[in-house]
């Protein structure tokens, strides 16, 4: 056994887990209805300034949100704060975008690290678990930006009072102690240096080939394909999880990327591609995180925000390297994927150091 024997407390936290993932889904289904709507309320250059501003709350501050949140380990109280204020931005959305864009980022930033440190905590080295918890946003954040476009006013009570059922849960619901966290794990990593460096190449590569085609797909107005590689993500996750655990985590993955890489390369020609590269690049998040854990098994919260929040920050910068040429920039990926790994395991480290200080 790699980790050490659990407390009888986290066998009962699969519920939790459950709603935690659920409220991951309306949560993401909420900024996804609120950023879409703003396209028929808001100018281009607004529009611009307002989903800048929600990628660096929402990803960008996972981090930094990770990093208070594993100091104090208030995972309970943040889970359902977070739920609160993006029930808020709801409410306030017809007022001034920028007060309910910059509510929605923060809800979702501290949401993502609870529910991702709660997953870790209660279910160590458990991929379909972590699966669980992620599988449901990327598919929310499809449906809430369709109903957006669609006009579909209703929604957006509905999501409010999915958000509120499932915070009322989470509010009795049994959670992990922060301060019992006392897993560990013997002196051997889950990947060596090696394999992180090739599943790094092969993410890059299969990252820049997705992210290209749902730029494609935004372009053409091609919104079912959207909701069927959403779909196909959240599967994949699910899968991904369970297929890891079972296989094991470098055997699978390193396959997964292997064929996620030539399915989205054609993913523009047929939906088939599309889905299974996309299922197969997103299959491979869950191992992310418990890789992640077994390095810095202290920090859930930090590991979450890091392995959350850096992947959508990345995706998100490859559209405008896109869009100002034809070619592919892979190499300046490349170097951007390791940089950007290297000042978060720098983060980590210093912050690793004032934890145990």
Known sequence: MFFAKKNVLFQHCQPTVLALGLGHGFSDAAAGYLMGGLAHRANFGELAGVVMLYNILAFGGQLPAGIWL????QFRAASVISLVVMIAALFFSTTNVWFFTALAGISSAFFHVAGGGTTLMSFPQKSVFVGMFSAFGVLGLALGGWAAALHWHWVMYFLMAGLASIMFFLSW???PDAQKNDTQWKEQPLLDTHDYLMILLLAAIAMRSAVWNFVQLVYTHQYEWLFYTALAAMIGK???GWLADRIGARLYTLTALAIAVPALSWGYRKLFWLM???GLLQSVTPVSVTALQRIFPKLPATISGATFGLAIALGGVIPYSSMLSEIYFLPQLILLGLCAW???FYAF?????LYNS
Not at 349 to 353: E, F, R, V
């Open 276 to 278: 299974l590269g996309t």
């Open 238 to 240: 699910l899968a991904g």
């Open 173 to 175: 619901a049994k959670f």
């Open 342 to 344: 290297g000042l978060y």
């Open 70 to 73: 594993d100091r104090i380990g």
């Open 349 to 353: 480290k210093l912050h690793k150091t």
